[in-house]
């Protein structure tokens, strides 16, 4: 049961934690379209870069953003714009993000926040910046729990605070959305009984028949999470078609209200992904495949109907085009976007050249991990002989460079880092099929973990 549970988890939450032998495969650095460190570096190439790199002031928030004017640019044609993490535990990954987040919320007219977290937690989180209701450290305490945990750190925390204290006086205030489907609180199941109740009466009774089982779930995310992947999988596998015949119900329904059938939809696409045998390797990455599209298909939604312009943030394995480990992740979060809405996707993705990040290990706990210096034959240590420690580079611009064409064309070693230990830290990528604008640093730091209340003095 222990490695149902195991499994469960990192198909419904941890981004890019293949299994370990699929991935030493996916990332071999034998694989037939690596480049190979005995090319060495080519100047021609480092000098065709430098004349599209972009320095970055700080990568901390605060201060003149005018170093990111020629970002935001880049980002006008957009509806969405995936910001990219290669690890998912670096403090400077996220006080990046936090810039350029500032930038393109004051600047370039976007209004949502979409993240890599489940559903209801975004809406706990947004009615936090919308309106200060809860506490944020509880808030962030009680939903990134088990493989969300890495998020509650003091980075997002002052992302976060930050974009309430932008709302206070905002004509449009920023909101939060969650894309992932892997939980869903107690409260999601009330706001859509208490709508029913109000406008469709007639069906709160079957509702409420149909959600029995996931509402018996217990509470907090960590033990909810760890019952329902011990279920079997036949009582996995009726909780799913209860969840899908609830979202019928209020499909079919005289009166619908589109929030209140995102919300039903949520839970049924959760329960659907939990239906799955997840000692068969065809359905896990069946279920690693409709997880990517699912969150994509949540964003072109939150755009659509809300009419928001979105920053999304997730690891770099899912904002791409490529994928990084195509035999456990067949497509990409980035890929569907493109399909979904064509040029109005960009794609942002991070690479580091050495550095620490935190991850979860076998056991469960956070632990603080590094990667040495990239490389050689590595994209990063082509990025890393630019003259500017830290820069971003719009790769549309510097293709232009036929040496860069043909560089940023050919697949080679790149950090992409899982959010669990021990997996391999490398794979093959080839940045110019994979991104759009890459965001380089030299080197990061392991994110900070929002501290634990102090005990209670008796």
Known sequence: MTLRRAAALTVALAALLAPATATAAAVSPAAPAAATAAQGLDRGVVAGLERSA??????????SDA????FGAAMRG?????????????KEIFT??????RRLVTHEGFSAFAMEISWSAGVRLDAYVRTGEGDLRQIMREEFEDGYGLLNTEELRQLFAGVREHNRTAARPVRIV???????DPEQYGRILAWAGKHTPALVPELERRYAALRALPGGVGAR???????????RTAMAGDARAAYRLLEKAAERDPWVLQEARVLAQMAESFA???????????ANRQRDRIMAETAVWWQRTMGDRLV???????VSYDSAFPAVYPVTMGADLRELIGSGYLAVGTTVYSGDYRARTASGEAGTFSVPPAAPGSNEETLDAVRHRDFFLDLRAARRDPAVAAWLGAARPTYVIPGRQPYATVSSLALGSAYDIVVHLHRVHASVPVPLPAPRQR
């Open 225 to 235: 999470l760890a019952a329902y992947g011990a279920l079997p999988l036949a009582e």
């Open 178 to 184: 969650g894309l992932d489907f892997s939980d869903a």
């Open 78 to 90: 957009a509806r969405i714009v995936g910001l990219g993490e290669a690890s998912h535990g670096s």
């Open 96 to 101: 990046v993000k936090d810039r350029l987040l």
């Open 67 to 70: 170093d990111l004017a020629a």
């Open 276 to 286: 799955v045998d997840f000692d068969d390797p065809a359905q896990v990455t069946a």
């Open 54 to 63: 972009h320095p970055l002031r700080s990568t901390a928030p605060g201060g």
């Open 312 to 318: 999304l943030s997730a690891h770099d394995g899912h």
